[in-house]
């Protein structure tokens, strides 16, 4: 890190609050004030989603950090610096495209705000990456339902981390969706019960509620005595004597509670937050369901998208490769 007037983040670290502090690169803050404002816009104004907020300043910082290394000045960067970045970048494929993508579009709002006079990384190509299969870990039925039964529902936390896996895996809900719900995002219409969940870009998604999730849920919020509140949020954390707190989970908070879960079921280390995403999808398009219906209970915008969480083809697959007999 140089010492130059202005401290420039690191690209490792797991939060960079620039549109907070007001704090910018070293290569912007030279550019003058129009430049450090448009740059400390661009997290503000053009980025609502918090996590992609994250993950573009991480990119960004990355590679201003670059040109500070190579003593680049704003005004000099040309297409040709971000090709050589992007070829030097030691990030895999998906992750050198989001860096570019973040970058590009970074520097289309300087553009329009007339702090540069053209975008120099809008003729630079990423690398190709065609994706057929997901990576995210998948749990079969019967070790989804050994997880689900494995909890220790005699305490409240139990209760509650039953809940929210049971939601995630039969709502095929994000986590971060799943932990932002208050008590009033689950609401009765008719005779079924439904989630209302916030999905990416603020869109409002309503999924009816699987009796088992219902079940799961209506025990822990008996127990929990929840409900009153309905602003108050459906799965908060828990003090170390069992107590429920005001304040919501987040994913991470979820993730640890899953992998805690996952290591205490026996399932493998692999098993996070997007695995029951996965393995619902699954379980569903495996019991005949259709990847039309998963596209729209999922709220992915493209049936590709949800192609990719389909693992039914891996156990035909198994089958296939076993005919072959020596």
């Known amino acids: 890190m140089g010492k130059e007037g202005v401290s420039v983040p690191a690209p490792e670290r797991a939060v960079i609050d620039w549109y907070a502090t007001g704090i910018v690169p070293a290569v912007v803050d030279r550019a003058g004030l129009h430049a450090r404002k448009r740059f400390l816009e661009f997290f503000t104004a053009t980025i609502r989603n918090e996590n992609t907020r994250m ?18 000045e704003l005004l000099d960067i040309e297409p040709i610096h971000v090709a ?74 139990g209760l509650r981390d039953r809940a929210i896996i049971a939601v995630m895996v039969f709502s095929f809900a994000r986590v971060s969706a799943t932990v932002s719900l208050r008590v009033e995002d689950y609401y009765q219409d008719g005779k079924r019960w439904w989630f209302r969940f916030r999905e990416k870009g603020g869109k409002l998604h ?27 949020p459906l799965f908060p954390t828990v003090t170390r004597q069992g107590l429920l707190t ?27 937050n997007h695995t029951f995403r996965a393995t619902g999808i699954t379980a569903y398009l495996g019991n005949g369901g259709t990847i039309e219906n998963a596209q729209t209970i999922a709220a992915h915008e493209s049936p590709r998208t949800t192609k990719l969480y389909d693992r039914t083809s891996d156990e035909i697959t198994l089958d296939e490769i076993e005919r072959i007999l020596i």
């Open 55 to 72: 993950a573009y300043a991480r990119a960004v910082g990355a590679f201003f950090e670059w040109c500070r290394e190579y003593r680049l």
């Open 84 to 157: 050589a970045y992007i070829e030097r970048h030691p990030g895999a494929p998906p992750t050198v495209k989001q860096h570019l993508a973040a970058v590009r579009m970074l520097f289309d709002w300087l553009v329009t705000g007339q702090v540069l006079a053209m975008n120099p990384a809008s003729s630079v190509r990423g690398p190709k990456h065609v994706v057929k299969r997901g990576k995210t870990p998948v749990l079969d039925a019967e070790q989804a339902r050994q997880l689900l039964d494995s909890i220790d529902t005699a305490k409240l936390i």
């Open 206 to 232: 309503q999924v009816p509620a699987h009796h088992t999730a219902e079940a799961y849920l209506d025990a822990y919020m008996f127990a929990a005595r929840i409900g009153e509140d309905k602003k108050a």
């Open 246 to 272: 005001d304040t919501q989970m987040n994913r991470n908070d979820a993730l640890r509670m899953v992998k805690r879960r996952a290591a205490a079921a026996g399932l493998p280390e692999s098993t996070c």
